[in-house]
């Protein structure tokens, strides 16, 4: 397995969230997570699928200073990742990183309350075997 780099995004946009994103296929694939992101095990965060991003914005720190996006950005955390599973509605990694380490899952939610008006994904820190 490839490692490859991801990045944590904190965005103080007109809704403060953080922005997940994992270099794949020469960009970045990107999500939204509304609240904290998941440290312990078991924990599950809801995560929205926005825009892929050029791989060269994994650095960016500063002010966005117009359209949707408008705020500061920091980067929270850092590091590489490994995907032992890469499909349509399911992704399993491994990160190393400075803050999130571990095995992770990204499940994309089918049904239910958080399915309507978007392509939304679970975002799980799963157990350690």
């Known amino acids: 397995m490839e490692e490859k780099i991801y990045v944590v995004q904190e965005h103080w946009a007109s809704q403060h969230h953080f922005d997940f994103r994992l270099e794949r296929d020469g960009v970045l694939k990107s999500w939204a997570v509304p609240r904290a992101l998941p440290l312990k095990n078991g924990e599950k ?3 929205i699928a926005v ?3 050029d791989l060269e914005y994994a650095g960016f720190e500063g002010e966005i200073t117009e359209g949707y996006g408008r705020g500061m950005v920091r980067i929270w955390d850092r590091g590489v990742y490994t995907a032992s599973k890469w ?3 399911e992704i399993l990694l491994e990160l190393r990183g400075e ?3 571990g095995k992770y899952a990204l499940v994309r939610v089918k049904q239910g309350k958080f399915a309507a008006g978007g392509d939304n994904w679970l975002f799980i820190k799963r157990k350690e075997e």
Request: no cysteine; charged share 60%.
């Open 51 to 53: 825009d892929d991003h």
């Open 87 to 89: 499909e349509e509605d």
């Open 99 to 101: 803050k999130l380490h």
């Open 45 to 47: 965060r809801l995560a």
